[in-house]
């Protein structure tokens, strides 16, 4: 571990923020608006809240945290036309839907703010919507990755739990898995939705329906909580190949138990810390990195649980 990241864990343990809808770090400085795609119930994105707060106190800027209550994407394409009315000096954003969000980005670009796209899109699309660049995981890599490793496990077929089924390219994730393991996506992409009750219900109907599913791939915690419990009461936890996307406490609970055998880090606190650094580098000093960064896909097993279990849910 370099000496920066010691000290950015440092000092991620002396900062806590509260959770909240509205997160702000008020500070002198500029001030930069970070428009998330993620409904208030999904509990991951308090990373990403962390992750902003602590790079605002540390650069002496402002930052504020937006976001449609419900995840609804029209919401979220009205909330950046209004950050970028209220003339930030720079706009943090996820892609998660390139059809709806493309539009009101350009428009804000159009009007001179900085923008860098983050967690969700593509570099492609990034450059398309006129941003500086994009920070986060590559998804059909990370997927691609995810479905090696399961085939050199001895994995032939799987079910994925998509609980977001609207982000596109969050499926990516699926479609990288099944390309990695070598067979067709098919009917194995679930629309799960996100209340947990439906979610274990649709997993356990699923696997009753298809008892010879040797996987689950799951996309985050708000998949992965109720399928462990959906397995658990099948009485095949451990049993059945689980990876899921992304860490929480209940995901790093499964990981030791040994119900899931890998967790995903795509390390959501540094998708919302280094835009901060990054816009606000280039406002003072006109220095800008001169690729994307790519945030994971870092694998997490139980041999490397102890600082990740230690920040779960804060900065991990």
């Known amino acids: 571990m370099t000496s920066k990241m010691k000290n950015l864990l440092l000092a991620a343990t002396v900062i806590a923020t509260p959770f909240m809808t509205a997160t702000t770090a008020a500070a002198e400085g500029e001030r930069y608006i970070l428009v998330s795609h993620a409904p208030d119930s999904d509990s991951w994105w308090n990373t990403i809240k962390n992750g902003i707060a602590l790079a605002g106190d540390q650069l002496d800027v402002e930052v504020e945290y937006r976001n449609p209550p ?5 919401d979220m394409a009205r909330i950046i036309e209004q950050a970028a009315a209220s003339q930030p000096d720079g706009i943090i954003t996820t892609l998660a839907d390139y059809d709806v969000l493309a539009g009101p980005i350009k428009a804000a670009v159009d009007q001179g703010i900085n923008v860098i796209i ?11 919507v006129g941003a500086l660049m994009f920070v986060g995981q590559p998804e059909y890599d ?10 050199g496990d001895g994995i032939g077929s799987f079910v ?3 609980h977001v089924i609207s982000n596109t390219v969050v499926a990516e994730r699926c479609r990288g898995f099944a390309d990695g393991l070598g067979v067709d996506l098919g009917d194995s992409m ?13 997993v356990t109907a699923y696997l009753t329906a298809n008892p010879e599913t ?14 462990i419990l959906a397995v658990e009461e099948m009485g095949i936890a451990g049993d059945i190949y689980f990876g899921t996307f992304d860490l929480g406490t209940e995901i790093v609970n499964g990981i030791k138990a040994g119900t899931i055998q890998w967790g995903i880090d795509q390390q959501p606190f540094l998708q919302a810390y280094l835009p901060v650094v990054v816009l606000a580098n280039y406002d003072r000093y006109g220095v800008l990195p001169g690729n994307n960064i790519n945030s994971g896909p870092g694998f997490v097993t139980a041999d490397g649980l102890e600082k990740v279990e230690e920040f779960a849910g804060e900065y991990r």
């Open 70 to 74: 419900t995840g609804d994407l029209a």
């Open 118 to 128: 983050m967690n969700s899109g593509t570099p492609e699309q990034t450059r398309e």
């Open 142 to 151: 990370a997927g691609y990755a995810a479905g090696l490793r399961a085939k």
């Open 160 to 162: 994925c739990v998509n």
């Open 190 to 202: 679930i629309d799960s939705g996100q209340d947990p009750a439906e979610i274990k219900n649709r």
């Open 214 to 227: 040797d996987a689950i791939l799951t996309l985050g915690p708000t998949s992965a909580d109720p399928t």
